[in-house]
């Protein structure tokens, strides 16, 4: 839920102040899995994870400019879902791009504007959850999917148990996760999953604190949930979860705490791209190994930005629109694995 970039601004600047005195801010499309796939070598074994990724050139730029937005890949396409526009707007617009198109196709719309809500595919339909119009949150959650005329057609799926925008949601073994948010009033704590068929979301675990713009990712049958706004001001944290168990524990830590970051897993290594700190928008890319909570630097982005979004594309990260400077974004950027680790 973000009515303006100088308000969000001025929460960052009042919520580090409030924690340091009373207390204490072109190639194939893959298929749905591909966010967590990895490459093999010619003897079978598990190619290694690349250590950076670099910009090169890719798909063309949005057809306006967002921030705020939401992206996922499904039937072989990239899909953008709402976001705010110039004005600080928000839209109900989706966008498609697929390769061999000179431009983004414009496929129809949500039920409603929203900016700020998550956006993740399952069971081939492209799920898009919460948000919020003006500094309202929703508890709404929408699949849309391509009807032969090539429009987005919508149904309604389970809402969630409270109204929350500033959420993020990750995908992985035919489940929709959802967790952090804000209502208004509350950080939401709890971890959300739903399967299609199911009736309502289920929860699945609880954090020890509630993060607005933080970025999550599923990898090795865990989740995990990195930096971001919480009551206390920006956040270092990484917290893995398993869904399985309901375990939550501490994995690690941002070099710097940091929110509007974006995540993406290449490799079985999350990729932590761009964002805001407390010095202002970043272009740094971060590389998060799970298996020893290491947090190494791995590339930058052409300029710094952060309030965008990120899907796995081939192989590679495509990031999307964002804000920089409190002027948001057309810009789409294509980052390609370098180097092995």
């Known amino acids: 839920m973000r009515p303006g970039r100088m308000a969000a601004v001025v929460l960052v600047v009042a919520a580090v102040a409030v924690a340091a005195t009373a207390l204490a801010r072109r190639p194939q499309p893959p298929g749905p899995a591909a966010a967590a796939h990895t490459h093999r070598s010619s003897a079978g074994k598990p190619a290694a994870a690349p250590a950076r990724l670099v910009a090169v050139a890719g798909p063309p730029a949005l057809p306006v400019r967002l921030e705020g937005l939401s992206a996922t890949v499904a039937a072989g396409r990239i899909w ?17 791009w697929r390769p061999g198109q000179r431009a983004w196709q414009s496929v129809g719309a949500l039920p409603f504007a929203r900016h700020d809500g998550a956006a993740v595919t399952v069971g081939g339909a492209v ?22 005329s090539g429009r987005a057609t919508a149904r309604a799926l389970p809402a969630l148990p409270v109204a929350r925008s500033d959420l993020v949601a ?18 939401a704590t709890d971890v959300l999953a739903l399967r299609p068929g199911e ?9 020890s604190q509630g993060a607005r713009y933080a970025a999550l990712a599923a990898v090795g049958g865990r989740l995990y949930r990195f930096g971001g706004l919480t009551p206390a001001g920006l956040t270092a944290d990484i917290w893995a979860v398993d869904p399985a ?13 940091t929110q509007y970051l974006t995540a993406a897993v290449v490799d079985g290594r999350v990729f932590l791209i761009g964002g805001q700190t ?27 930005r952060g309030y965008g979004a990120a899907v796995v594309w081939g192989g590679r990260v495509v990031y999307l629109g964002g804000d920089q400077g409190g002027t948001a974004l057309a810009d789409v950027t294509e980052l390609a694995p370098s180097g092995r680790a």
């Open 80 to 96: 953008v879902l709402g976001g705010l526009v110039d004005g600080n707007t928000s839209t109900a617009a989706v966008y498609t």
């Open 127 to 148: 799920w898009f959850i919460g948000g919020g119009l003006g500094i309202v949150s929703d508890p709404q959650a929408t699949a849309l999917a391509l009807a032969a």
């Open 245 to 257: 168990t309901g375990t939550v524990r501490l994995a690690g830590h941002l070099p710097v705490p």
């Open 199 to 207: 009736r309502a979301w289920r929860t699945v675990a609880h954090l």
């Open 278 to 304: 407390a010095q202002g928008d970043t272009a740094a890319i971060w590389r998060f190994d799970p298996a020893t909570g290491k947090v190494t630097a791995a590339g930058r982005l052409p300029s710094a």
């Open 170 to 187: 990750t995908a992985a073994a035919h489940t929709a996760y959802v967790t952090g948010g804000y209502d208004g009033l509350t950080f």
